[in-house]
């Protein structure tokens, strides 16, 4: 039997990994600047998150939401003290996608309405409606298809305003990346998220938060919407969630209530995905890894607008974007083939970095002398 082929592969067999480096079967080191989709929060292999979870499967591996798990409780619990959020209630599931659509699911349980606002560029998974919010039709296949949805151009204020005042009492909800990531690195603006804040306010719309790439303290607080000091009604999660382990959640403001019934699942929330999760956060906190991103985030980014060659240098924390230009349209590929660096992209024309919470200023400094002699590689 042969894969499904629906991924173009890298020339990369990864057999082991620790930290921000990773292995190819001839002891090869790479380092990976991109973490699998931002997933590697902590660095791979990090031994608390290793010893959490094997302590964990000694007890027991899974057991269905038809029972007490503890462990949720206990995960319930610091994720209420790290992101300062305790009067929110959490459900747990398995991948962004699923907390995107159970939170826009919630949203029209909670409104009784239909209509999602949704912005250019905005990517939030693969499933039914996750995907009809998504601005990129090539994942969108006929049956997704809807009128419910619409997508309005990012960071514009007056068009918002325009169609909350056409529209405002049939929306159910506004969906949001505090930071675009396979859009490209695009900041969501303070203004945008308050006046987003406002409206949904006024017309009984659900705000909710896409934070399943930006947030888990990527950009250098726990969530990106935090910088613009706006709260938002649902906050999704995943990626950084769990270092590696599928895991994600939701976390829900108290006025929306309740039901049995309303959202399941089979997996999310197992008492392994809930040992990964605690492992995350208390390392984190041990570590001090929301300051380090902002630290070594700001270093990168201030490093980065020095370098020329590449353009429109954006990004909080260590979720980084820039701009390559058609001459350096190579770059990426040139950095893995030749110097051993993995990066991510939005297109051909930008590229990601999403390394681990955890890079010290050496390996930003070894990426940054990387990037500029792979630049002098392609420069006519």
Known sequence: ??????????????????????????????????????????????????????VQ????????????????????????????????????????????????????????????VAFKNAFHGRTSLAVAATDNTKYTAPVNETENVVFLPFNDIEALKTYF???????????????????????????????IRDLCDTYNVVFIADEVQCGFGRSGKFFSLDHAGVQADIYTMAKGMGNGFPVAGLLIAPNIKAQYGMLGTTFGGNHLACAAALAVIETMEQEDLLNNATRVGAYLLQALKQIKGIEAVRGKGLMI????????????????????????????????????MSINQEIADNFLQALQAAIDDLNP
């Open 1 to 54: 039997m042969k894969l499904f082929d629906v991924y173009p592969l890298m020339d990369l067999n990864i057999v082991k990994a620790n930290g921000s480096y990773v292995y190819d079967e001839q002891d090869q080191a790479f380092l990976d600047l991109y973490g699998g989709h931002a997933v590697i929060s902590i660095g791979h292999g990090h031994p608390h998150w290793k010893q959490r979870i094997s």
């Open 57 to 116: 499967m000694d007890k027991i591996a899974f057991y269905s939401n038809a029972v007490i798990n503890e462990l949720q409780a206990e995960l319930a619990e610091k994720l209420a003290q790290i992101s300062g959020k305790p009067d929110y209630r959490l459900f747990l599931c398995n991948s962004g996608a699923e907390a995107n659509e159970n939170a826009l699911k919630l949203a029209s349980f909670h409104t009784g309405r239909k209509k999602i």
């Open 165 to 195: 005042v056409a529209n405002g009492n049939e929306i159910a909800a506004v969906i949001i990346e505090g930071i675009q990531g396979v859009g490209g690195i695009h900041v969501s603006s303070d203004e945008m998220l308050l006046a």
């Open 321 to 356: 974007g820039f701009d390559v230009p058609e001459r350096l349209g190579n770059l990426k590929q040139h950095l893995f083939r030749e110097y051993r660096i993995l990066t991510g992209d939005a297109g051909p024309k930008v590229i990601r970095l999403l390394p681990a």
